[in-house]
């Protein structure tokens, strides 16, 4: 009978807090040596299988799943579950193979639809047996009918029998049984009450089935054994059917304590392979502690560290504590995956284990020698299976803290930087500072350069996108309160469509589009209204937009990059993991920057992957945020290693590095190129612009 989820998930969490039953039995019993396993009497076989098979009609006895009902003729499969004959019957014949899996497993074994070769279940025969004959049905609840009386024999009246005579083999009613005691000639006769001869009768039901006397030679007692044929045989058998040298007949005996010995020393084998998966579990749990206390400690770290920020940027938290959980429920995905594969061999350990102790402790000697091959080949080859561990990796979270302090007013001087091939790059001037005014940044996240050179910068703090001419002067702003519609709250990034439009998206669902003097336009969601209805989670990340006005979007809660045209009609869905920053190149290439993975993977309209980025300079390990394209195609990626190098970096159209643009940088966040070729940097609270003053 198959095990409730319950008591598989109570079976699971004790795996390893307690022990087997039996080997708390070795622990506490003295073990039996193999003479004194073999020697165990008939007569004492036969009371325990008596009093488990009575014991069990009282409770649930199992039945087919298949059908929910009693076994009829129940067959046994490799992998030691059993089904009625009839059920699998139909199972073969309703599929179009010529192997069927297992209806309760699904073991990866195939298994033959010619049902007859299967082994019967012989102990589940022989217990059903057991049951019937006890008067009790074997279903849940179940009960027998009533046995119906047995007539007089000894007369013609229709009257019940209430004693059996031993001598004259007749059932007597009660005056036939007067007359009995009061003939001279039968007084000498032994009678017995119809109970008793009831309790006789059912004792002859449990006796063991092997047949005594050999069907093919009348009057012949089976006492022999033929090892290559597997099958029992009386002398005469063994003389003409399996002599020679192609055959070994042993005593019948000798057979089943062969028989015997090969299922406890298989089943010793599984038990120590069973030991082993069980100390798999408990690495596994060591592990799942450590990642725990790993989890648990970085969170503090960050709450510390956030606690430690000023008031406008707390909500930094969150984003940090977003991405560790995004990371824990990855890594625990990879460890339940291994708890299910552990759980799942154990199961078979047990599933054998319990079925070869069943034929040991209740089987007959025939039971022993008709399932010791399906046994001991099941056995065998669980003795073989070895436990599978993931990487001690897999409890260890690289996540490094931001800097303690982050300064507000700090213009860093930039080093110029010449690489391999000569380039050599230079700071052309700084837009904004810390403020709220025009021309002032409170954190600025996206930026982006139309082709007439209007500078566009996402002011996140400020709750706005500021617009900036091409002599870097104040234009406009992208946010207004004259509608509810247009206005911003915290936007990401931003991008300008080639007829001067202006694009912003914010913490909101929307895609805003402004005119060339920044008054708003209309928006549109990136998800259809089905799936918005359904609550469906959106978070856009980045903003793109192509040489054919096309309007990348990026959801970082979906996985996806949506394609629109520039009235918000939408064209095709690309999937990528967590895209946080993106640019399209002139082939339309689509650039992907995925800080979550630390790499930018760059692939073709139709999502074909093309190749990535994640190392720069000597093979140093890259910490990618914003992304960008110039004419060319090149690629440029900001580089942010936490307490480390904030850098922007140059690959070429194949992702070969080529080039260092410019380094000790306080927090960039996005990266741009102008038409002229200036690279535009959003760092902190200011927008940094470098030029390339010569190639050597």
């Known amino acids: 009978m198959a095990e409730s989820p319950k008591d598989k998930t109570s079976r699971r969490k004790n795996a390893v807090t307690e022990s087997p039953k039996v080997n708390s039995q070795k622990d506490t019993t003295p073990q039996e040596s193999p003479t004194e396993t073999t020697s165990r009497t008939n007569m004492t076989l036969n009371q325990k299988t008596r009093d488990r098979a009575h014991s069990m009609a009282t409770e649930d006895m199992p039945v087919c799943v298949i059908c929910h009902d009693d076994f009829h003729e129940p067959k046994l499969l490799p992998c030691l579950h059993t089904f009625c004959k009839k059920c699998l019957q139909q199972l073969a014949q309703s599929g179009d193979n010529k192997e069927i899996l297992c209806p309760e497993c699904l073991d990866p074994q195939p298994i033959t639809t010619d049902i007859e070769k299967l082994p019967d279940n012989t102990l589940i025969q022989h217990l059903n047996s057991i049951i019937l004959a006890s008067g009790k049905s074997s279903k849940k609840g179940g009960k027998s009918k009533k046995e119906k009386d047995i007539n007089c024999s000894s007369c013609d009246k229709d009257i019940a029998a209430v004693c059996r005579c031993e001598d004259c083999k007749e059932f007597l009613c009660q005056p036939c049984v007067d007359s009995h005691k009061s003939m001279k000639a039968l007084r000498g006769h032994s009678t017995i009450t119809m109970k008793e001869w009831r309790k006789r009768r059912d004792a002859m039901a449990v006796k063991p089935q092997i047949a005594k006397f050999c069907s093919k030679h009348k009057g012949e007692e089976i006492g022999n054994y033929c090892v290559k044929c597997r099958k029992t045989a009386c002398k005469d058998c063994a003389d003409l059917e399996h002599s020679g040298p192609t055959h070994n007949c042993i005593p019948l005996e000798e057979a089943v304590q062969q028989s015997r010995q090969q299922i406890e020393n298989a089943l010793q084998n599984t038990r120590q392979a069973e030991a082993k998966f069980r100390g798999a579990w408990e690495i596994m749990d060591k592990r799942n502690s450590k990642l725990k206390e790993t989890v648990d400690n970085l969170k503090k770290q960050i709450q510390d560290v956030m606690i430690r920020e000023r008031e406008e940027i707390a909500k930094r938290e969150e984003t940090f504590l977003e991405d560790l959980k995004a990371v824990d429920q990855e890594k625990r995905k990879e460890m339940n995956a291994f708890y299910d594969k552990l759980e799942a061999n154990l199961e078979d350990f047990w599933a054998a284990q319990d079925l070869a102790d069943s034929v040991l402790d209740l089987g007959e000697d025939y039971h022993v020698i008709s399932l010791e091959k399906v046994l001991c080949e099941r056995l065998d080859l669980l003795s073989s299976w070895r436990p599978s561990l993931p990487s001690e990796d897999l409890a260890e979270i690289d996540f490094v803290e931001e800097d303690d302090e982050l300064e507000s007013d700090h213009v860093e001087s930039i080093v110029e930087e010449e690489v391999e091939d000569g380039e050599i790059w230079e700071m052309d001037g700084v837009i904004g500072g810390r403020g709220a005014g025009e021309g002032q940044f409170d954190w600025c996240r996206g930026v982006t350069v139309s082709l007439d050179g209007h500078c566009v910068v996402a002011d996140w703090g400020n709750h706005r996108v500021q617009v900036f001419n091409k002599d870097r002067s104040f234009k406009c702003v992208l946010n207004t309160s004259k509608t509810m519609h247009g206005r911003l709250s915290m936007p990401h990034d931003a991008a300008c469509l080639p007829d001067g439009r202006f694009i912003a998206i914010d ?115 890259l910490r990618p945020r914003g992304v960008g394209c110039d004419k060319d195609d090149n690629i440029y990626v900001v580089h942010k290693e936490r307490g480390g190098e904030k850098s922007v970096h140059m690959y070429d159209d194949k992702g070969t590095y080529v080039a260092c643009v410019a380094t000790n940088l306080n927090e960039p966040y996005d990266v741009e190129l102008s038409p002229d070729g200036r690279v535009v940097v959003s760092d902190d609270d200011t927008v940094k612009i470098f030029r390339k003053v010569c190639t050597t």
């Open 507 to 621: 913490k909101s669902k929307f895609v805003r589009v402004y005119d060339p003097d920044g008054k708003f336009l209309f928006r549109f969601e990136t998800v259809c209204e089905d799936n918005v209805a359904k609550g469906e989670a959106v978070e856009l990340s980045c903003v793109a937009v192509d040489r054919r006005s096309r309007v990348f979007v990026g959801d970082v809660k979906r996985n996806v990059v949506t394609v629109h045209y520039s009235d918000g009609l939408h064209i095709k869905t690309i999937p990528t993991v967590a895209p946080s920053h993106i640019a399209i190149t002139s082939q339309d290439f689509v650039v992907v920057s995925c800080t979550q993975k630390q790499k930018v993977r760059v692939m073709n309209f139709d999502g074909k992957f093309a190749f990535q980025i994640d190392v720069y300079g000597d093979g140093e390990k």
